[in-house]
């Protein structure tokens, strides 16, 4: 069965203080790996697919790479309107079905 | 990507009713799901709508409790049935891309009293 953690649950920042979000997966062939953004009562908004170790990609302040194992999402001087739920999802080989994590929570402060 | 929009955004119902949620894509697009969040939680899919043919349902959730309808391309309906305050959550449809990307609604927030 598939597994998504992601950690830690919940991260607070101090403006322009860069951290990293984790998320580990055991997946049977993995297909891709995805990043959503989520505001408060609105739906997951897409910022990347991952689909081999070794990948990165970049977004304004955001990037994400991929090992056999994890991910993360690293947020480089974020800024309070990258407060936000940041979910982790894989997508297997074999079907559609995407399996999400439980999402890490990002607070910054100005 | 896809512009997707949901009906309604979000309701209060009555224990015991039904309630149906619209969801419309501004593309034609093969592959539809619907997911539930219940408060605090991630998502789960609750089933794929597929055109011309019936659901196909994740284990746990039944087409007697959640009836799907997936008329065309752009379009596909859920009905949350004889609801319970356990049905509180926000319910999401998304799309498939060609890229195996899945694009997501805004939501419908539900609250069952």
């Known amino acids: 069965e598939d597994q998504v953690t992601q950690s830690p649950e919940a991260l607070r920042l101090q403006e322009g203080e860069s951290s990293s979000l984790n998320c580990s997966y055991t997946v049977s062939g993995l297909r891709g790996l995805f990043w959503y953004r989520q505001d408060p009562g609105k739906g997951p908004e897409f910022l990347f697919t991952l689909y081999s170790a070794g990948e990165e990609k970049e977004k304004e302040r955001l990037k994400a790479t991929l090992t056999k194992k994890e991910s993360f999402l690293h947020i480089t001087a974020p800024k309070p309107e990258d407060s936000a739920t940041y979910l982790c999802?894989?997508?297997?080989?074999?079907?559609?079905?995407?399996?999400f994590g439980a999402g890490t929570t990002v607070t910054v402060r100005a | 990507s896809a512009v997707i929009s949901q009906k309604p955004s979000r309701d209060i119902c009555q224990r015991g009713t039904s309630l149906t949620i619209q969801c419309q894509v501004d593309?034609?697009?093969?592959?539809m799901f619907w997911y539930r969040q219940q408060p605090g939680q991630s998502l789960t899919l609750i089933a794929t709508a597929n055109q011309g043919s019936e659901a196909t349902y994740e284990s746990g959730f039944v087409i007697d409790k959640f009836p799907i309808s997936r008329p065309n391309l752009t379009f596909s309906t859920l009905t949350v049935s004889n609801m319970s305050p356990e049905d509180s959550s926000i319910y999401l449809c998304?799309?498939?891309?060609?890229?195996?990307?899945?694009?997501f609604g805004p939501g419908t927030r539900l609250t069952v009293l």
């Open positions: 999802a894989v997508h297997r080989s074999n079907d559609y079905k995407l399996s």
């Open positions: 998304s799309v498939g891309s060609s890229a195996n990307e899945q694009f």
């Open positions: 593309s034609q697009v093969t592959m």
